[in-house]
């Protein structure tokens, strides 16, 4: 009887790697591997022929969930060694990249792969449009067949990371509701608070809602987002944010995940408030800041450089909840045009976390 591969555990190791493969392409990983592999990989991810690649993320997941299946063998009809490479693409490798809105073929074993194929080099599928990328499928598989659980686990992490590529290259829709209301969005920003974005979404959801202020208020202000890790000297920035009206700077924000120290206090004075004459600076915060910090911030307040510090999800409810239903709606507008330059992976988040806010459940695609 052939080897039965736990699908939940399938999709539980790929939910596991996929948020590493993101991150090893935000960092330009290059992964510790042979250079005929990297180049064979490549060779897959030109191909029209989607199933191959499809196909090889199956085989290794079920040479690290079980060492004793021979991964050459897709096919339960192959003996006590072989495994259903189309149960694993149908029950965890094809909805699982479907969710993360990754472009897949509708089933690789019945498409590029029926007729129970083989990865050997001898035993092509009957129907080969791209014999170049069955090669490098074939050479790919010896490769993880002939690899330890450590260095398959290696291996598919960078093989989930061309499909992020892959995704990143494709068009994502981003959801949006008609007439947001105050607790839809509550829900909405209290979902993206919990992603880990590198503090992307927090200043997203900062520059969005002093636009928006500014827009329904007829404010005239010019809200310049440098974007986050950008060096403020170099671009001329006082904080993450800067809000001018003409020339005047009227606001210096910095948006942050960690709690703000009295030293981080003492250098923002230091560096952007003092030199720049700022009279008004503002930390909005997803953690509170340490007491010596706002003590800090207030001996500068003294002087006549206020320093001040406000919760983002709080902030956010409590404008949304002023600003009225056209606001709200622009609100939402806004910080899908600041998503819109941003990866796959922001988007996705936003979706996920739309489809929460409107309370709709996780739905298990079928190939």
């Known amino acids: 009887m052939a080897r039965q591969i736990d699908v939940d555990l399938a999709s539980n190791l790929l939910a596991e790697l996929f948020p590493l493969a993101e991150d090893d392409i935000a960092k330009k990983k290059v992964p510790d591997l042979p250079q005929e592999i990297l180049s064979a990989t490549e060779q897959l991810f030109v191909s029209k022929t989607q199933a191959y690649r499809e196909a090889l993320v199956g085989c290794a997941l079920a040479r690290i969930l079980d060492s004793k299946v021979d991964v050459h063998f897709p096919s339960t009809e192959f003996g006590e060694n072989a495994f259903s490479g189309r149960s694993l693409s149908e029950g965890a490798v094809t909805p699982f990249l479907r969710d993360r809105e990754v472009p897949v073929s509708a089933n690789p074993y ?5 007729g129970g194929a083989k990865f050997i080099a001898d035993s092509p599928p009957r129907i080969q449009r791209d014999k170049d990328a069955w090669i490098a499928l074939v050479r790919l598989v010896d490769f993880v067949a002939d690899s330890e659980p450590s260095l398959a686990r290696e291996y ?7 499909f992020v590529r892959l995704r990143e290259a494709s068009h994502i829709a981003l959801k949006k509701i008609a007439k947001p209301n105050l607790e839809q969005l509550s829900q909405l920003i209290k979902g993206l608070l919990t992603v880990k974005s590198g503090g992307r979404i927090a200043a997203i959801l900062a520059t969005a809602m002093f636009q928006t202020l500014s827009d329904c208020h007829n404010l005239g202000w010019n809200v310049e987002f440098q974007g986050i890790n950008v060096a403020d000297k170099a671009s001329g920035a006082v904080g993450d944010i800067t809000i001018k009206k003409g020339s005047e700077i009227i606001l210096g924000v910095e948006v942050t995940e960690r709690a703000v120290s009295q030293s981080r206090v003492t250098a923002t004075f230091k560096d952007k408030v003092s030199p720049g004459g700022i009279q008004d600076y503002l930390f909005v915060t997803t953690n509170e800041p340490d007491g010596d910090a706002v003590t800090a911030a207030r001996n500068y307040t003294a002087v006549g450089h206020e320093m001040n510090f ?5 902030w956010l409810r409590h404008n949304l909840a002023s600003i009225g239903r056209e606001c709200r709606t622009l609100f939402q507008s806004k910080v899908i045009d600041l998503l819109m330059p941003h990866g796959a992976d922001l988007k996705v988040a936003w979706n996920d976390q739309m489809d929460a806010a409107l309370g709709v459940k996780p739905v298990k695609k079928q190939a």
């Open 110 to 114: 019945l498409s590029s792969l029926r």
């Open 310 to 314: 406000v919760p983002l999800a709080a």
């Open 156 to 162: 598919l992490r960078f093989l989930l990371s061309q």
